[in-house]
């Protein structure tokens, strides 16, 4: 199982650790480096800063949201920083929520979303492999734009520049059955949002068949210290916000996701709590079990018997949320 940094998005401003911690996980050999977005920062730019201040270690975003470009401008950025970095880069894609699509992108959620990421994925493949020029008469995308108020001008082009790697790995955040199962038909890995080595049964459905070298990489907080339930304060305050806020109360993935892994009653419960404005209530409502299946979190000798179980399952990437260089280090050691 390799290991991999995820570094997440910016809150008020940017992390200041953030490129020593993905200097000393190259320092350590962990295999990647990860970030994200969600209204905010950007995943690309932040990964071009690393990239540029690291030699070995690979680039992934986890995950770039897809209502946020035009899957063509979503394959330039990825073609310029894999050339930029020397072949490292790794495109990670989510589809996001209604809340997030409509509330900060101003475009309509999909109504069929396994159409719309099979279609954004197919063109972003078309421009990396760069066989031909791009065409692709979809349902969510269209290339050329042929809609009603269309000039009639546009015709299909190829990217100027020659991609480094027509087979740039390409994964899927994915959370209900479908869109698991169809990540691992059209993808090359797939990034799960919350992984318990616990209840591998949740996903063993969607995940049959996979195919040769197939990337399972979910996130995990880690955090070594003394006192469990302490350590576990992030991780619930984490499961709050996405449980309760990332969605709307009719139509929460993150929701549905808890409710599938054996915790509907408690999702249900943290949802109403934040949706009423009682945050830290509903922090406080999340199971501790729950947070606790998902991290690794504990003194060493703890972390390295759960990490155990995380090795034995179909995991082939673990990627790591931790707070400091120290816990980096503890988790390298105990993975070699």
Same mark, same amino acid.
């Given at each position: 199982?390799?290991?991999?940094?995820? =570094? *997440?998005?910016? %809150?008020?401003?940017?992390?200041?650790?953030?490129?020593?911690?993905?200097?000393?996980?190259?320092?350590?050999?962990?295999?990647? &480096?990860?970030?994200?977005?969600?209204? %905010?920062? /950007?995943?690309?730019?932040?990964?071009?800063? $690393?990239?540029?201040?690291?030699?070995?270690?690979?680039?992934? +975003?986890?995950?770039?949201?897809?209502?946020?470009?035009?899957?063509?401008?979503?394959?330039?950025?990825?073609?310029?920083?894999?050339?930029?970095?020397?072949?490292?880069?790794?495109?990670?894609?989510? !589809?996001?929520?209604?809340? &997030?699509?409509?509330?900060?992108?101003?475009?309509?959620?999909?109504?069929? #979303?396994?159409?719309?990421?099979? @279609?954004?994925?197919?063109?972003?493949?078309?421009?990396?492999?760069?066989?031909?020029?791009?065409?692709?008469?979809?349902?969510?995308?269209?290339?050329?734009?042929?809609?009603?108020?269309?000039?009639?001008?546009?015709?299909?082009?190829?990217?100027?520049?020659?991609?480094?790697?027509?087979? =740039?790995?390409?994964?899927?955040?994915?959370? %209900?059955?479908?869109?698991?199962?169809?990540?691992?038909?059209?993808?090359?890995?797939?990034? #799960?949002?919350?992984?318990?080595?616990?209840?591998? /049964?949740?996903?063993?459905?969607?995940? +049959?068949?996979?195919?040769?070298?197939? &990337?399972?990489?979910?996130?995990?907080?880690?955090?070594?210290?003394?006192?469990?339930?302490?350590? =576990? =304060?992030?991780?619930?305050?984490?499961? %709050?916000?996405?449980? *309760?806020?990332?969605?709307?109360?009719?139509?929460?993935?993150?929701?549905?996701?808890?409710?599938?892994?054996?915790?509907? /009653?408690?999702?249900?419960?943290?949802?109403?709590?934040?949706?009423?404005?009682?945050?830290?209530?509903?922090?406080?409502?999340?199971?501790?079990?729950?947070? /606790? @299946? $998902?991290?690794?979190?504990?003194?060493?000798?703890? $972390?390295? @018997?759960?990490?155990? !179980?995380?090795?034995?399952?179909?995991?082939?990437?673990?990627? &790591?949320?931790?707070?400091?260089?120290?816990?980096?280090?503890?988790?390298? @050691?105990?993975?070699?």
């Amino acid at each position: 199982m390799r290991l991999g940094l995820a =570094l *997440g998005y910016w %809150g008020r401003g940017p992390d200041p650790r953030h490129l020593e911690l993905a200097q000393e996980a190259e320092r350590l050999g962990y295999d990647s &480096v990860w970030t994200a977005e969600s209204w %905010g920062s /950007d995943a690309f730019t932040p990964l071009t800063w $690393i990239a540029a201040h690291t030699s070995r270690i690979r680039l992934g +975003t986890a995950i770039a949201q897809m209502a946020a470009r035009s899957p063509t401008t979503t394959a330039m950025h990825a073609l310029t920083l894999d050339h930029l970095s020397g072949g490292r880069m790794m495109l990670g894609l989510g !589809l996001s929520g209604p809340q &997030v699509v409509e509330g900060w992108y101003g475009r309509p959620f999909p109504k069929s #979303p396994l159409t719309a990421t099979r @279609e954004y994925v197919d063109v972003v493949r078309q421009v990396l492999r760069r066989e031909g020029p791009v065409e692709m008469a979809g349902r969510f995308h269209a290339h050329p734009y042929r809609g009603e108020d269309a000039t009639g001008l546009g015709k299909p082009l190829k990217p100027i520049t020659h991609p480094l790697r027509p087979e =740039l790995p390409i994964l899927l955040g994915a959370e %209900g059955p479908k869109n698991i199962a169809q990540t691992t038909r059209i993808a090359d890995g797939w990034l #799960p949002l919350y992984w318990s080595p616990t209840r591998t /049964d949740a996903y063993e459905a969607a995940l +049959t068949d996979l195919p040769e070298g197939f &990337v399972i990489a979910p996130m995990a907080r880690v955090t070594v210290c003394d006192d469990v339930a302490e350590g =576990l =304060l992030p991780v619930k305050a984490m499961l %709050g916000f996405y449980i *309760g806020g990332m969605g709307h109360a009719k139509r929460n993935f993150h929701a549905d996701l808890m409710a599938r892994m054996g915790y509907a /009653d408690e999702a249900r419960r943290v949802q109403e709590l934040f949706l009423a404005g009682r945050r830290e209530e509903a922090v406080l409502a999340v199971p501790d079990a729950f947070a /606790d @299946e $998902i991290s690794l979190v504990g003194p060493r000798k703890r $972390i390295a @018997e759960r990490l155990e !179980l995380w090795r034995k399952g179909p995991v082939t990437d673990l990627l &790591v949320l931790a707070p400091d260089p120290h816990t980096l280090r503890v988790l390298a @050691e105990l993975n070699s």
